[in-house]
């Protein structure tokens, strides 16, 4: 079964710092990898995702993460935060399609918040 | 892309009743998902709804608390019933987005507060 951890429920950076949100997977297959942001009030938007090829992957606003397969990890990041960052942060995980379990895993979640 | 339409984005019920929430589609789909996303805790599957089937629930998730409707290929319904303040949660509609599977497109959510 899948599962993925994201550690810390609250991040906290003064805008202009880096941003780092740690997400950790177990898949038993290379899995296909995303983060998604809910910003208030608003359904989930995809970020950026990994399937397969270049591990550091470009998303949306300036983030990026790297797949690193040795650490089973997937941390998102941003070199400088903006006030507008502030949201909450969804890891997730789904098998690679015709490996049977396609269906997403979210983590449980990070919020961001910049200070000012 | 797709655009999604959820109603009620909030409601406040009793216990005991039920909630009807709606999911309209800009575009035809296939698969409809329903997720629930409680106080502090991750997004959980609750079923899939395709058109002109039944939807297919996850563990943990049965018919007769969570029936859904699917009467066409922009258009579904969730129902929470007898409600209990555990219920207390967000709902959300997505549909498939791109050509991987994961990618999808979320409505705004529906916030269910039951007293």
């Known amino acids: 079964a899948q599962s993925v951890t994201q550690l810390g429920s609250h991040v906290s950076v003064s805008e202009g710092a880096l941003v780092l949100l740690r997400c950790n997977y177990s898949s038993s297959v290379p899995p296909y990898l995303f983060w998604y942001v809910q910003y208030p009030n608003q359904g989930l938007q995809l970020l950026l995702k990994y399937t397969t090829g270049a591990t550091l992957v470009k998303g949306i606003n300036g983030f990026e993460a790297e797949f690193k397969k040795s650490e089973t990890s997937f941390h998102l990041t941003k070199p400088s935060a903006h006030m507008s960052d502030a949201a909450e942060y969804f890891c997730a995980v789904s098998d690679p399609p015709n490996f049977g379990n396609e269906k997403l895993t979210f983590g449980t979640g990070t919020r961001l918040t910049i200070i000012p | 892309s797709a655009v999604i339409s959820q109603k009620p984005s909030r409601d406040i019920c009793q216990r005991g009743t039920s909630l009807t929430i709606q999911c309209q589609v800009d575009?035809?789909?296939?698969?409809m998902f329903w997720y629930r996303q409680q106080p502090g805790q991750s997004l959980t599957l609750i079923a899939t709804a395709n058109q002109g089937s039944e939807a297919t629930y996850e563990s943990g998730f049965v018919i007769d608390k969570f029936p859904i409707s699917r009467p066409n290929l922009t258009f579904s319904t969730l129902t929470v019933s007898n409600l209990s303040p555990e219920d207390s949660s967000i709902y959300l509609c997505?549909?498939?987005?791109?050509?991987?599977?994961?990618?999808?497109?979320f409505g705004e959510g529906s916030r269910l507060t039951v007293l």
């Open positions: 997505s549909v498939g987005g791109g050509p991987e599977p994961g990618e999808l497109f």
């Open positions: 575009s035809q789909v296939t698969m």
